[in-house]
């Protein structure tokens, strides 16, 4: 027994692109979440050295909310200032000057006002005013270079995040014209094939070829739907319309038995999908009285339905998986995931999965209707 298997992988490139989305743009609620919890963490900080100093008193509280405060509006000045600066739309030189200069510059004023504030409200003589603005001094420049290392590291990210997610989009938009061209190609295929049927009924038969074109026109409604998917109910009706083509031409040398578990007729399949398989299987053997054909139609428990048919070549034919199969194959490939399994024994057997049900993943993502 041979195992067919298609040798095309888009699930990953497709699974990535709906997962990656992209991050948040610098805001100012970014900016203040990211100043209430670094000033959060200061606090803390303060608050150890405070009892490693052993200077825990009565004040300690409003000290400690004093601070807090003051590195809150710190934090959200200088975080809101660098994200304006750095969504500008100038060069890159000119941005970094100018965070710098304006951090800076926020610094110098918000440490005087604060520190002043500070000796104001909690005078101490343990302390000397010279000690305490010099502390503040570093300790309001060591927040800055904070602010820029941080909002350098977001800018980086959100930059490759989008490199991905633009990436992503033309992988996705590469498996939606890949897809459109197989759907193309499928559709003269279907109809060369009927053509070819119509041309062997004229002349030999017109009341027949008659009957063929009536019934060929509302199978042509169907297969150019332009669905990607579609119930297998639908599909089955669609095959047995087609096979109903086949019987005006060939008669009871023709016979389709349905095999179909009724569970399974709201699962989803690909459009023209059974019709393909039986039409190959009428290009490829021989159907005559002396070699009726009988082809096969059922579900499998495993959620997959399969077609097959005794091999009874004809000769003369080159026998292969053909522009229709492989183009079936493909699709599933690139709309599901999932592989078409080909076996070839005595019978030949194809069976192609049944989905549960439509996946944003799977069928929104590359683009499809």
Wanted: hydrophobic share 45%; net charge neutral.
């Amino acid at each position: 027994m041979s195992k067919i298997n298609t040798p095309i992988n888009f699930k990953n490139s497709i699974i990535f692109a709906m997962r990656h989305k992209p991050l948040h743009h610098f805001s100012n609620a970014l900016a203040l979440r990211l100043s209430i919890t670094l000033s959060i963490f200061l606090d803390c900080v303060l608050l150890l050295g405070y009892v490693y100093v052993n200077r825990i008193g009565e004040s300690i509280g409003l000290r400690l909310i004093y601070a807090f405060l003051s590195d809150v509006v710190l934090f959200y000045s200088l975080y809101s200032f660098t994200f304006k600066i750095i969504q500008l739309d100038i060069k890159k030189n000119a941005k970094i000057s100018y965070i710098i200069l304006g951090s800076f510059a926020i610094v110098a004023v918000l440490n005087s006002i604060f520190t002043e504030g500070s000796i104001r409200f909690f005078p101490s003589s343990l302390i000397s005013a010279n000690f305490l603005i010099v502390g503040n001094i570093m300790k309001d420049i060591i927040v800055m270079f904070i602010v820029l290392l941080s909002t350098m590291l977001l800018h980086s990210i959100i930059q490759r995040q989008q490199i991905l997610l633009e990436n992503e989009k033309l992988v996705a938009d590469n498996i939606r014209i890949r897809y459109e061209a197989l759907k193309n190609q499928l559709d003269p295929h279907f109809l060369f094939n009927s053509l070819n049927t119509l041309d062997g009924l004229i002349g030999n038969d017109d009341e027949k070829a008659h009957e063929y074109v009536q019934n060929l026109s509302q199978v042509f409604r169907y297969a150019i739907g332009n669905k990607e998917i579609t119930h297998l109910s639908d599909e089955l009706d669609f095959t047995k319309s087609y096979a109903l083509l086949m019987k005006i031409r060939y008669g009871d040398n023709l016979q389709i038995q349905y095999n179909i578990d009724e569970k399974y007729r709201n699962y989803f399949i690909v459009p023209v999908s059974l019709q393909l398989l039986v039409e190959n299987a009428i290009k490829h053997n021989v159907i005559s009285s002396r070699h009726p054909l009988q082809i096969t139609i059922e579900t499998k428990p495993h959620d997959t339905i399969r077609v097959l048919n005794a091999i009874q070549p004809k000769s003369g034919v080159e026998h292969g998986e053909g522009i229709g199969l492989a183009n079936l194959t493909e699709r599933y490939e690139i709309l599901f995931q999932k592989e078409v399994i080909i076996t070839k024994t005595d019978v030949f057997c194809v069976e192609i999965p049944l989905i549960k049900q439509q996946s944003d993943n799977t069928i929104k993502n590359p683009g499809l209707k």
